[in-house]
């Protein structure tokens, strides 16, 4: 929990990750561009006095993002969103297992979100299923970009993927994040095009699709296609340390999503380890929209409270203390909360 001036935010980090960048690990050179490029984001978009080493960046282990998160942060929950990039690395990116087993160990604080791949055909459904049995997640996180064999990409909308959204529905596996957002070295930028969001938002409309990274740098085509898709999401990670380099740009973002989508289906994001969340939550916690960008509203502390936390607690069903939680309103931005009350609206 976080308090200033007299007001406490509920923090759930919606986007962190364990990960394995050492060269023992690294399958080829490829495992090295990746996480050089992730550390050239961290040093180039953090405040100097947070920037780590980088023999540091390449792998934290469990206890120390314990401590990054719960014990520096002001994190009260933090939801682990892995990427495998098995093409990349000898045990994967992302560590499954460690993950998996400080969330067991921490339930109140950490959620464990699981990864797929549709290339891997029947057996990835078999696996996902024997996961699925064994770790009981109602997340997984998706890379289209990830490399496989020959492959360099894939969409939602090809018909292994939507074998595996049906699958996800049988499991009751509902939260759907995606990186739709920057590209990464080695990885094709187009690859994590956001179109192909809108086809299977409109299909599956009983599963929530999280745009990771809001689909930067296609800002607008996210926005358009979150507005007319109520089960889509955004994920702030990436956009919040532009707080600190560009804090117009970052006004002109979080303008853009409060127009279009409203405060409710926004998610904070540190995307640990590339940053941590101390510094981003006391910025966002300060930051207002400069008076001189007169498009866009005020920001109010109730929806930094929702964005810190609230909207994300709500979708995974994490128990909020009754004093940092907010009453629901009849109304979002966008229109009335309950379809019900919309078909009445229109009467």
Known sequence: MYTKDGESYYIVDAHVALWDARPENQRNIHGKQFIDCFYDYHRNLSPESEVWSYEDYLYQGGQRLLKD???????????????????FYE???????????????????????HNFDPRNG?????????DHEKMKFTGVKLYTAEWHGESRGWKLTDPWAVRYL????????????????PTIRPLDRDAFDVADIDHVATDFTDLNFIVEHVGLPRLEDFCWIATQEPNVYGGLAVAMPFMHTRPRYFAQIL??????????????????????PKWLVERFVDFQIPEDLTEYAPISTD????????NAAKMYGLDVPPE????DADQTATGPRDPEAADLASV
């Open 166 to 181: 049906e699958a996800c529905r049988e499991l009751g596996i509902t939260n759907i994040h995606i990186h739709k957002g």
């Open 303 to 310: 929806q930094k409270k929702k964005i810190l936390g609230l």
């Open 122 to 130: 029947e057996q990835g459904l078999d696996q996902l299923r024997a």
């Open 324 to 327: 940092l939680r907010l009453p």
């Open 91 to 113: 045990n994967g990116f992302g560590q499954t297992e460690e993950a998996f087993e400080l969330a067991r160990a921490n339930p109140t604080k950490l959620t464990y979100n």
């Open 255 to 276: 303008g853009e999503l409060l127009y279009w989508i409203g405060e409710d289906r926004i998610f904070f994001s540190s995307d640990y380890a590339i940053w941590t």
């Open 69 to 87: 998160l719960f014990e520096d942060g002001y994190v009260d929950h933090a939801i682990f969103q892995p990427a495998a990039l098995t093409e």
